[in-house]
């Protein structure tokens, strides 16, 4: 057997392999989520106008 004070780790890069697929799938999140809160928070005021400007005509 190898004596323990013989055995070499060897690095492990596999965060540093993933960061560059992580970060702009983060940010494309980030960009989605932040247009749905947005969204969200203006509520149904856009519906109502679009209602209401259409009148009928032209059925």
Do not use: W
Request: charged share 25%.
């Amino acid at each position: 057997m190898t004596d323990p004070s013989s055995v070499v780790y060897l690095a492990d890069h596999t965060l540093l392999l993933a960061l560059p697929a992580l970060i702009p799938a983060v940010i494309v999140a980030a960009v989605v989520i932040g247009i749905a809160v947005r969204d969200r928070r203006r509520g149904d005021d856009d519906e109502e106008t679009v209602a209401s400007s259409d009148d009928g005509e032209g059925v």
